[in-house]
């Protein structure tokens, strides 16, 4: 951590006697206290200590050069570089020291709460533990250090690593569970409480309020990683292919460095982009092979719902001029007659209040049974709710929701599909959504597009794949 975070943390932890006139910036006293502090403990611990900034190269995140600035700094009277690539996390300075910590291997057993009791985990599938016994091979075997667990949308892949967790736990080891998106995070944090009743879980997201406080599982989101160093035995990245891990080299490197030198790192997705799919098309005796195992059925056991292309011409034209539509208007009048909730997904924001005018324009039915949603919508929570609840009927919305919501009964309709937004991984997301319960497992979805393109074709044909791979092995409940 930063010199400034050292500080924060110690006066969190009341750790150093803070003077009565303490308004939050650390005094004269308190640094000296620190410094004290750190000396006594590098005695029997190894703290490493660090420049923030160091050959143009920062040495919190990683980033090279090009995200290094040099300015004139107020704070060491001279030239200091700073990284423009972390900065969400506070300024690391050349002028900075930074503090490593790393947990010592084979003893770290002093670093932990009360050890797990009291676990309550859920009953599993046969084919979910054909996949734990896979994990727990691989967290076993010595030298193997990832591995990933490519589980179709609606296979249950939280429940199959709540007993690895278990076991990491029994062992006294450190757990870090890490996804992309602060939403995923908060609706993980009461699940895996529930589970670990007498488990110290630390939750930590931007924003959050206990930004120091520690435990035996930590969940957070990706950029938090930036806070460890070396730190788990286990570590457990969640929709690994998700916006922004997939195209920010920074959070993989932060992560990667979370995890101690013979850590484990699992990685857990529906949709693996090109480069895992080309690591595990590797020999094993190939040093980038990655292992890996195949989820590919739903926990009731039904098979996934296999999207139709449907094609118009002149899309766009025809929304802004309200030009009849079928494909469109016969989606929805089947979710009028059926009483069934859909979403629209459309490629854009701009695009939402477009469509929104032509449904309204085409059948006044829909007036108060509709609404938009985006990513900036402050709303976006209370809508998701009211379609859960049937207070209104379709949402139309951006690639926002392609993940992590489940509705029952839910028909989905993609508008240009063919719009480069909607890739192979964000169409088989949409298409994930559908069918998800044991009450409805079948539901309708629509790629609507001018032409068929790749990403539609590579979708379809990976659903299709991971239904062939269900049947072959046994797991169709038909």
């Not at 932890?13 to 410094?35: F, N, W």
């Not at 004139?72 to 009277?77: Q, W, Y």
């Not at 667990?149 to 569970?177: D, N, Q």
């Amino acid at each position: 951590m930063l010199e400034e975070e050292l500080l924060s943390f110690l006066v969190v932890h009341k750790v150093i006697e803070m003077d009565e006139d303490y308004h939050g910036e650390p005094t004269a006293k308190m640094r000296s206290q620190c410094l004290q502090w750190i000396t006594r403990l590098a005695n029997d611990y190894p703290v490493i200590l660090k420049k923030g900034i160091e050959k143009d190269q920062c040495n919190r995140c990683g980033a090279g050069k090009q995200y290094i600035h040099w300015v004139s700094c107020a704070r060491c009277k001279q030239q200091c570089g700073y990284c423009e690539r972390c900065l969400l996390m506070g300024k690391c300075r050349s002028c900075t020291r930074l503090y490593l910590f790393p947990l010592i291997e084979g003893d770290s057993s002093s670093f932990y709460t009360n050890s797990t009791t009291n676990i309550h985990l859920p009953t599993l599938t046969k084919f979910q533990n054909d996949a734990l016994e896979k994990l727990i091979e691989f967290y076993q075997e010595p030298g193997t250090k990832d591995f990933l667990l490519w589980a179709v949308c609606g296979a249950g892949k939280t429940e199959v690593i709540y007993p690895l967790i278990s076991l990491a736990r029994k062992r006294k080891h450190k757990v870090l569970w890490a996804t992309p998106r602060r939403d995923v995070v908060l609706e993980l944090a009461p699940r895996l409480q529930k589970v670990f009743t007498d488990t110290a879980i630390a939750v930590l997201y931007g924003g959050c309020e206990n930004r120091w406080s520690n435990g035996d599982i930590v969940l957070s989101t990706t950029h938090q990683a930036l806070r460890f160093y070396h730190c788990f035995d286990l570590v457990i990245i969640d929709e690994i292919d998700a916006f922004p891990f997939h195209n920010d080299p920074m959070l993989p490197y932060v992560v990667a460095r979370a995890c101690k030198e013979r850590g484990k790192t699992i990685y857990l997705t529906a949709t693996p982009r090109e480069s895992l799919k080309k690591r595990i098309k590797r020999g094993w005796k190939d040093s980038r092979f990655l292992p890996h195992y195949k989820l590919p059925v739903r926990y009731h056991g039904f098979p996934l719902p296999v999207p139709k292309i449907q094609l118009e011409s002149k899309l766009g034209k025809r929304m802004k001029e309200i030009n009849k539509i079928p494909v469109l208007e016969s989606f929805l009048n089947r979710l009028r007659d059926e009483r069934h909730p859909g979403f629209i997904f459309l490629p854009s924001v701009q695009a939402l209040p477009q469509v929104k005018k032509y449904i309204l324009k085409q059948d006044p039915y829909w007036d108060g049974r509709l609404e938009m949603v985006h990513a900036s919508d402050p709303l976006r929570e209370e809508k998701v709710m009211a379609i859960r609840k049937g207070e209104i009927q379709v949402l139309l919305t951006t690639t926002i929701l392609e993940r992590g919501v489940t509705i029952p009964r839910i028909s989905l309709l993609v508008f240009q599909a063919d719009a480069p937004i909607f890739d192979e991984a964000s169409l088989v997301q949409i298409a994930g959504r559908a069918g998800r319960s044991a009450q409805c497992p079948t539901g309708e979805i629509i790629f609507l597009a001018e032409d068929i393109t790749r990403a539609m074709k590579g979708a379809i044909g990976q659903i299709k794949e991971m239904n062939r791979l269900a049947r072959k092995k046994g797991y169709l409940n038909y």
